[in-house]
Nanobody, 115 residues
Framework: QVQLVESGGGLVQPGGSLRLSCAAS????????VGWYRQPPGKQRELVAI???????TYADFVKGRFTISRDNAKNTVYLQMNTLKFDDTAVYCC?????????WGQGTQVTVSS
């Protein structure tokens, strides 16, 4: 069984920063933590940043230059450093992983940007 646990969300003022973490646990040998998606209130889920193992890193246009995705394979963890946060970044952020042909999602962590 694969579990993905996100952490690091919270309430932040515009212009602030947060660092999200996505840690995989369970039977995860060979797991590929792909990256981050988000679902703003009342909207569809959208890609934020992905860095599949052995593939290129991709950022959504609306986070380029502000967010940075990184991974620590030894810890089976992927991070999302979010800087210069805007009101529109308010969303539930979820990480995605692929393991043995199946796609897994974490429960998500809430990020709220508010003054």
């Amino acid at each position: 069984q694969v579990q993905l646990v996100e952490s690091g969300g919270g309430l932040v003022q515009p212009g602030g920063s947060l660092r999200l973490s996505c840690a995989a646990s369970g039977s995860i040998s060979g797991i590929n933590i792909v990256g981050w998606y988000r679902q703003p209130p009342g909207k569809q889920r959208e890609l934020v940043a992905i860095t599949p193992t052995g593939s290129i890193t991709t950022y959504a246009d609306f986070v380029k230059g502000r967010f940075t995705i990184s991974r620590d394979n030894a810890k089976n963890t992927v991070y999302l450093q979010m800087n210069t946060l805007k009101f529109d970044d308010t969303a539930v952020y979820c990480c995605q992983a692929v393991h043995r042909g199946r796609v897994y999602w974490g429960q998500g962590t809430q990020v709220t940007v508010s003054s």
